[in-house]
Structures are given as C-alpha cells and as structure tokens.
C-alpha cells in the first residue's frame, strides 16, 4: 500500500492532532485502482514553516487553514500555484466564505473543507483528492506513452468496434423488422452471428485492458510463487471450448514443482494468449503442443502449432504493438494486433525472452524463457 504524505497547515494543535489522527488510520481504495492508499501526516503551524517544509520533501496533499499568522492561507497558495508545485490542496477554514472559496479556487484549490468538520467530511474530501491523484498520475503516465500510442489505441478501438457493432445493428434490425417471417428458429443463424460478432468485442476489450495494465500496473505487491504447470491446465480448459469447435488437438506436457515468481495474472496472459493465436491460426484437424519444464535455471514454456505459419518478414513484426498479420491465409481471424506485444512486454518485465520459429503451411512454435522460482 502506498503512503501519500499530508501536510497539514493549522494555528491550531488540536486541528493538526486530530486531523493527524483521522488519516493515519485510512485508507482509500477505488475498484479501478490496483493499490490502496494510505497516509503519512505531517503537520505546520504557520504559512512560512509550511514552505519551509514543502522545499525539503515536497507532500503530495496539503490541507491548508486560511487564517494563519504572518502568510494566510491564500497566500500560501498562490506560492504554491506561482512555483508550479505539484501539490494537492485543500483549504479549511472557519471562516467559510463564498468569495474566499471562489479565490482558492481560482489559485488551485482542489477542495474547500470549512470548520468544523466531522472525520466523515474530512474522510470523504480526502477520498476525493486521492482518486483525482491517481487520475492525474494515469494521465502523466499516457502522456509520457506518447501521442503516437494514443493514437494508435484509440485508431484501434475505434476501428475494431466500428464493424461489429454495424454488423450487430444490422442483424438485430432483420430480427426486429421480422425479415424471415415469425419463426424464432428462422433467426437461430442471425443470432449466432450476433454472439460472434459480441464475443470479438469482449475479446478486443480485453486486449484492451491487458495492453493498459501492463504498462502502467506496478506489480512489486503482486508478485508471488506461481506453479506454472497448473496455470498451463487452467489456460488448457478456458481454450478447449474454441478448440473442438475447430477440431483441433491439444496436448500438454508439464513437469511437476515448475515455479516462477511473477504475478498470476501475468502467466494466465501469457498462456491464455499463445494457446488462443495457436487455434485460431491452425487448420481444420490440427494440432497444439504445451509443454512446461526446468531447464537449468530456467522455465521454458513452449506452444507448438501445425497451423498455417508464418514467414520471415511477418516474425520481424510480430510482437509491434497493433500489428496484425493480414494475407490470405489470415482473412476472416480477429483480433487486436496487441497480443503477442503483451506476451513480449511480460517476459521483459521478467527478465526473460522469448523465441519463434515459424514456416508457412507448416506451424509455429512460441517458447518462453523465464528464470525459475
């Protein structure tokens, strides 16, 4: 859990020690957040020490009172606005006011807390500033992405869900306009293709949400002893319903007492995606291997396919972000081109590497190499 330090700005002890109180107990947690926050308070009885403070360890949160001796809060603000410090702040004040409120406001001033206030209130501003802080670290975090990825995120999103949710209106509009009479079993085929069409989108969402919580998640928390074998047989059983839809064979070879450490989810990603690219590019009747052994002081996961393969210059691009490989042979599969870009950024964040050998009309083999645990 994460402490954000406060620091609170009060003439008056009693404020500081119980506001002090208050927090150092609380946390904060939001469904869309991967961390709780927690908090570290420290506390100033006047504007200047408060400045002094803030230029040798600079908190994230400040509740600031307003009258203050020497510099008032307001003052203290506009310093805050004029450095350019990135600090959140709320005013309390007694001497709650409609103009003071507008001026705080105007000066930065992310929440307005007047006197008194119950631990409720003072917990609810709180919650408040910790969720529009973590909304402001995703947005630093994208824009440190670049305007290209942005870019390409939303091209993808936008695409991808353009077409199935046309196709969609479009089926629901025969079965609403009765096209094919009023036999509900005349519109079992149309309503296949509807589930089709939702499943894609699932999928692309997915994709999607990996893609995003890959690259901003900090996992330090998460990491943990993971039995890579039994992982492999929970992938096995989520794909196995896509592979006797196309006939294929899946067989899987694992040793016992195989262990990385990383975070679960991480390696049901890995597995869930090379077994999911080796049905859907395979043939009608065809094959999938796993396998999971040591090797030395490593963990080698392998997915092998009799699938339609690729050739060189497609391997070369194979794990670029929202690249798709697009030939005859491909025409009609789904996707996001985000996959394999997924897999390839995990094993990184693993310190591991992965390996492809590939021919067309032949298969593809994928092995990943982890350090065990």
Same mark, same amino acid.
């Given at each position: 859990?994460?402490?954000?330090?406060?620091?609170?700005?009060?003439?008056?002890?009693?404020?500081?020690?119980?506001?002090?109180r208050?927090?150092?107990?609380?946390?904060?947690?939001?469904?869309?957040?991967?961390?709780?926050?927690?908090?570290?308070?420290?506390?100033?009885?006047?504007?200047?020490? @408060?400045?002094?403070?803030?230029?040798?360890?600079?908190?994230?949160?400040? %509740?600031?009172?307003?009258?203050?001796?020497?510099?008032?809060?307001?003052?203290?603000?506009?310093?805050?606005?004029? =450095?350019?410090?990135?600090i959140?702040?709320?005013?309390?004040?007694?001497?709650?006011?409609l103009?003071?409120?507008?001026?705080?406001?105007? +000066?930065?001033?992310?929440?307005f807390?007047?006197?008194?206030?119950?631990?409720?209130?003072?917990?609810?501003s709180?919650?408040?500033?910790?969720?529009?802080?973590?909304?402001?670290?995703?947005?630093?975090?994208?824009?440190?992405?670049?305007?290209?990825?942005?870019?390409?995120?939303?091209?993808?999103?936008?695409?991808?869900?353009?077409?199935?949710?046309?196709?969609?209106?479009?089926?629901?509009?025969?079965?609403?306009?009765?096209?094919?009479? +009023?036999?509900?079993?005349?519109?079992?085929?149309?309503?296949?293709?509807?589930?089709?069409?939702?499943?894609?989108?699932?999928?692309?969402?997915?994709? %999607?949400? #990996?893609?995003?919580?890959?690259?901003?998640?900090?996992?330090?928390?998460?990491?943990?002893?993971?039995?890579?074998?039994?992982?492999?047989?929970?992938?096995?059983?989520?794909?196995?319903?896509?592979?006797?839809?196309?006939?294929?064979?899946?067989?899987?070879?694992?040793?016992?007492?195989?262990?990385?450490?990383?975070?679960?989810? #991480?390696?049901?990603?890995?597995?869930?995606?090379?077994?999911?690219?080796?049905v859907?590019?395979?043939?009608?009747?065809?094959?999938?291997?796993?396998?999971?052994?040591?090797?030395?002081?490593?963990?080698?996961?392998?997915?092998r396919?009799?699938?339609?393969?690729?050739?060189?210059?497609?391997? =070369?691009?194979?794990?670029?972000?929202?690249?798709?490989?697009?030939?005859?042979?491909?025409?009609?599969?789904?996707?996001?081109?985000?996959? %394999?870009?997924?897999?390839?950024?995990?094993?990184?964040?693993?310190?591991?590497?992965?390996?492809?050998?590939?021919?067309? #009309?032949?298969?593809?083999?994928?092995?990943?190499? %982890?350090? @065990?645990?």
């Amino acid at each position: 859990m994460e402490k954000l330090k406060i620091l609170v700005v009060d003439d008056e002890p009693g404020i500081r020690s119980g506001i002090s109180r208050i927090l150092s107990s609380h946390t904060v947690s939001f469904p869309f957040m991967d961390e709780d926050y927690g908090f570290d308070c420290r506390e100033a009885s006047t504007g200047e020490e @408060a400045l002094e403070m803030v230029a040798s360890d600079l908190p994230h949160i400040m %509740l600031l009172d307003n009258k203050l001796p020497g510099m008032d809060g307001i003052e203290v603000l506009q310093v805050i606005q004029e =450095s350019k410090l990135d600090i959140m702040v709320a005013m309390i004040t007694s001497y709650a006011s409609l103009e003071i409120a507008a001026k705080a406001t105007d +000066d930065g001033a992310r929440d307005f807390i007047p006197k008194p206030f119950t631990p409720a209130e003072l917990k609810s501003s709180i919650d408040l500033i910790a969720k529009q802080l973590f909304l402001k670290r995703i947005t630093r975090s994208m824009k440190e992405e670049g305007k290209k990825i942005r870019y390409q995120f939303l091209s993808v999103l936008s695409h991808e869900l353009k077409s199935p949710l046309n196709a969609l209106e479009g089926y629901l509009r025969m079965i609403q306009e009765k096209d094919l009479g +009023d036999n509900l079993d005349d519109y079992r085929e149309i309503l296949g293709r509807c589930f089709q069409r939702v499943e894609g989108m699932r999928l692309l969402i997915m994709d %999607l949400m #990996d893609f995003t919580r890959i690259r901003l998640e900090n996992r330090e928390e998460r990491i943990e002893r993971v039995d890579v074998a039994e992982r492999a047989r929970m992938a096995l059983s989520t794909i196995r319903p896509l592979s006797i839809q196309k006939n294929i064979d899946i067989g899987l070879t694992a040793e016992d007492l195989v262990f990385v450490n990383a975070a679960p989810n #991480d390696v049901d990603i890995v597995f869930n995606n090379l077994l999911s690219n080796a049905v859907k590019y395979n043939r009608e009747g065809g094959e999938v291997e796993v396998s999971v052994r040591k090797e030395g002081e490593n963990v080698v996961i392998r997915v092998r396919d009799n699938g339609i393969g690729m050739n060189r210059e497609e391997i =070369s691009v194979l794990f670029n972000e929202f690249v798709r490989i697009k030939n005859s042979r491909t025409k009609g599969i789904t996707g996001s081109g985000l996959g %394999l870009s997924i897999v390839n950024k995990i094993t990184e964040i693993y310190r591991g590497k992965i390996q492809v050998e590939s021919e067309p #009309d032949r298969g593809s083999e994928f092995r990943i190499i %982890l350090p @065990a645990g």
